[in-house]
């Protein structure tokens, strides 16, 4: 996805010169992508309730990117936490340091 936002102004830590689009004054830039095509996307596993069979589904979109996502936040800080560090907060931030 990606584009020019309709709505959130332009984050301080993100520059709002972005090649080929001028100065937009929106937020224009993708922090993180994940592939959100289902047909390339993950293969996940799904078990229903009171059942041992497996069945596979290709799955993909924010259903499938937020959760990774989250996922990765989750163990990054996890793994701080071992070390005495502080969580990492608001990631997006972090990314332009």
């Avoid at 689009?21 to 390339?40: E, I």
């Avoid at 009171?50 to 163990?75: D, E, F, M, R």
């Amino acid at each position: 996805g990606g584009g020019v936002s309709a709505y959130t102004a332009t984050p301080s830590y993100q520059t709002a010169a972005v090649p080929g689009m001028g100065t937009p004054v929106r937020r224009t830039v993708a922090d993180v992508s994940m592939n959100a095509d289902p047909n390339s996307g993950q293969y996940v596993a799904v078990i229903n309730p009171g059942s041992a069979t497996v069945n596979w589904i290709s799955a993909g979109g924010t259903s499938l990117s937020t959760p990774q996502w989250a996922g990765i936040v989750a163990v990054t800080n996890a793994s701080r936490a071992l070390t005495a560090k502080a969580p990492l907060g608001a990631v997006h931030a972090s990314l332009y340091q």
